[in-house]
């Protein structure tokens, strides 16, 4: 079932209970690929305390240095906006250009996803574009965010195929990345790969 996500989606709703329209998916920054797939089924979704939640501020890139973990700092004292914004937004911008930038697709999203993170220093509001961001590519209804999530962060469904990650000469496919791997490697078929259909 791990290398069909629409099987492990089934799986997952089956196991807990629920229908699609049940089950909320906590919103994150530029979260694993897999929580496309549920999206892409009809799953609703939810803003995040991200101080509860440390999973919705880390997404994992796939560079030439294998996997890399990138996560947004908070302010202590007020745990809803990003700490060292700037410097953050730099040093992010710069590791996801060193992990994609030979990607075929890189040129064509690369200044939206800088866009996306401009002026802003709320955790809410990144995420909300991120995800209008990714719902643009992936062919998907605006997502109209429910209250705060409050639950088990839910088990995500992987990616079945290989659609054309970078480093695969030195690494083996890895199906549990950010969803910008996806959109940069495949570009307009991203809503494919999300599906689990093989490129």
Same mark, same amino acid.
């Given at each position: ?33 897999? =929580? ?32 890399q ?18 410097? =953050? ?32 220093q ?30 088990? =962060? ?33 570009g ?5 790969v ?6």
């Amino acid at each position: 079932w791990k290398n069909d996500p629409a099987v492990a989606a089934r799986l997952y709703r089956s196991a807990q209970g629920m229908e699609n329209k049940d089950l909320i998916l906590p919103l994150g920054f530029f979260p694993e690929a897999g =929580w496309y797939t549920l999206a892409q089924q009809g799953y609703a979704c939810a803003l995040v305390d991200p101080a509860q939640y440390p999973a919705a501020r880390q997404t994992l890139l796939r560079g030439p240095n294998g996997i890399q973990t990138l996560r947004i700092p908070l302010e202590k004292k007020r745990p809803g906006q990003i700490a060292d914004v700037a410097k =953050w937004k730099r040093e992010t911008l710069q590791a996801i250009r060193t992990a994609y930038g030979t990607a075929p697709f890189y040129p064509f999203y690369d200044y939206l996803v800088a866009e996306a993170m401009e002026s802003t220093q709320s955790f809410e509001a990144l995420c909300l574009r991120a995800d209008a961001l990714c719902r643009m590519v992936l062919n998907l209804e605006p997502g109209k965010p429910s209250a705060v999530f409050k639950g088990v =962060w839910p088990e995500l469904p992987v990616l079945a195929y290989d659609y054309g990650q970078r480093f695969t000469d030195q690494y083996a496919f890895n199906e549990r990345v950010s969803i910008l791997d996806v959109i940069f490697n495949a570009g307009p078929l991203s809503c494919e790969v999300i599906a689990g259909k093989r490129l």
